[in-house]
């Protein structure tokens, strides 16, 4: 059974920084598509970034020029580096992943979920 774990939320300031991880368990097809999602209570959720296989990379306006996904393809594990982190970034951060060779946040259907990581940005 393919399952994921996010770490790496947490509570920082303004204009701080936090990296994600996303590790996935008893993954054995190809291709690889990984995304984050975020959700705040009362809202839908919302795709921030995705990457395939390759390592191309896909972001959401409001992700770009802040936000960047890495893999370790030996630790079955994507990044998200996010920097100068504001308020509104304020959510529960989810990892999703499938077997999609097009590799988009945009899909809204994924196989597998984690069970998110809260993300919260306040001075």
């Known amino acids: 059974q393919v399952w994921l774990v996010e770490s790496g939320g947490g509570s920082v300031e303004p204009g701080g920084s936090l990296i994600l991880s996303c590790k996935y368990f008893?993954?054995?097809?190809?291709?690889?598509?990984m995304a984050w999602f975020r959700q705040v209570p009362g809202k839908e959720r919302e795709g921030v970034a995705s990457m395939d296989t390759d390592g191309n990379a896909l972001y959401a306006d409001s992700a770009k020029g802040r936000f960047t996904l890495s893999k370790d393809n030996a630790a079955n594990t994507l990044y998200l580096q996010m920097n100068d982190l504001k308020p509104e970034d304020t959510a529960m951060y989810y990892c999703?992943?499938?077997?999609?060779?097009?590799?988009?946040?945009?899909?809204?259907?994924?196989?597998?979920w984690g069970r998110g990581t809260q993300v919260t940005i306040s001075s």
């Open positions: 008893d993954w054995t097809q190809r291709p690889t598509c």
């Open positions: 999703s992943l499938d077997s999609w060779r097009h590799c988009t946040y945009s899909r809204p259907n994924w196989s597998y």
